[in-house]
Nanobody, 125 residues
Framework: QVRLVESGGGLVQAGGSLRLSCVAS??????????MGWYRQAPGKQRELVAT???????KSADSVKGRFGITTDSAKNTAYLQMNNLEPEDTAVYYC?????????????????WGQGIQVTVSS
């Protein structure tokens, strides 16, 4: 019912920057985007939280990215951004967009958790 599409990944040298974008789209009416965020999964490791932001602007981020990554949203575009600065080889992973969204489907409001397909970020040393 809701599709998340990520963009902005790629290959960058250590110390460089990337900005990831995640756009939420649906044929239904979006009542509220409760939370949007990013998780990542490196080879052989579990998926971990990178950063999230609530509809009220409250943010949470992993200790490993504090001071280097920032998450923002553009509510008019149903889009979340992850600005990644001073990238390190340890940041290499597939990054997944996550969103908890409430939509109006017919006469019901439905809240669901949605994931994007993932996008590769590779940081070379």
């Amino acid at each position: 019912q809701v599709r998340l599409v990520e963009s902005g990944g790629g290959l960058v040298q250590a110390g460089g920057s990337l900005r990831l974008s995640c756009v939420a789209s649906t044929s239904e009416r979006i009542v509220n985007i409760n939370t949007m965020g990013w998780y990542r999964q490196a080879p052989g490791k579990q998926r971990e939280l990178v950063a999230t932001i609530t509809g009220g602007g409250f943010t949470k981020s992993a200790d490993s990215v504090k001071g280097r990554f920032g998450i923002t949203t553009d509510s008019a575009k149903n889009t979340a951004y992850l600005q990644m600065n001073n990238l390190e080889p340890e940041d290499t992973a597939v990054y997944y967009c996550f969103a908890q969204i409430t939509i109006a489907a017919m006469t019901l409001w439905q809240t669901g958790d949605y994931w994007g397909q993932g996008i590769q970020v590779t940081v070379s040393s």
